[in-house]
Nanobody
Framework: QVQLVESGGGLVQAGGSLRLSCAAS????????MAWFRQAPGKEREFVAA????????SYAGSVKGRFAIARDNVKNTVYLQMNSLKPEDTAVYYC??????????????????WGQGTQVTVSS
């Protein structure tokens, strides 16, 4: 298994930027494709971005494509989500997730085996 801890959330004005980090425990980080999901109050958890095991392939939800970027560092056992041009609609709890069997094309919450505790991102207008 892998344990995931998110950090970097906070309050930012519309148009601003935040960089989220997800630190993974253990020595098998590169065995997992990684993703970010988010969940706003009263809404289902939704896919944001995913990255392949070696970092070479990424995928994004249409709502964030061109604004967000996912990356991973397999030496530091960390996955990042760079969020630019933030909008109030991006306000949510952001979760890091890992899948052993899936890949960067996996977009369903059921595809992922391990989850972090989440970090709050609030974008004010």
């Amino acid at each position: 298994q892998v344990q995931l801890v998110e950090s970097g959330g906070g309050l930012v004005q519309a148009g601003g930027s935040l960089r989220l980090s997800c630190a993974a425990s253990g020595r098998t980080f590169s065995s997992y494709a990684m993703a970010w999901f988010r969940q706003a109050p009263g809404k289902e958890r939704e896919f944001v971005a995913a990255v392949s095991r070696n970092g070479g392939v990424t995928s994004y939800a249409g709502s964030v494509k061109g604004r967000f970027a996912i990356a991973r560092d397999n030496v530091k056992n960390t996955v990042y989500l760079q969020m630019n041009s933030l909008k109030p609609e991006d306000t949510a709890v952001y979760y890091c997730a890992a899948t052993r069997s899936g890949g960067s094309s996996s977009r369903g919450v059921y595809d992922y085996d391990y989850w972090g505790q989440g970090t709050q991102v609030t974008v004010s207008s």
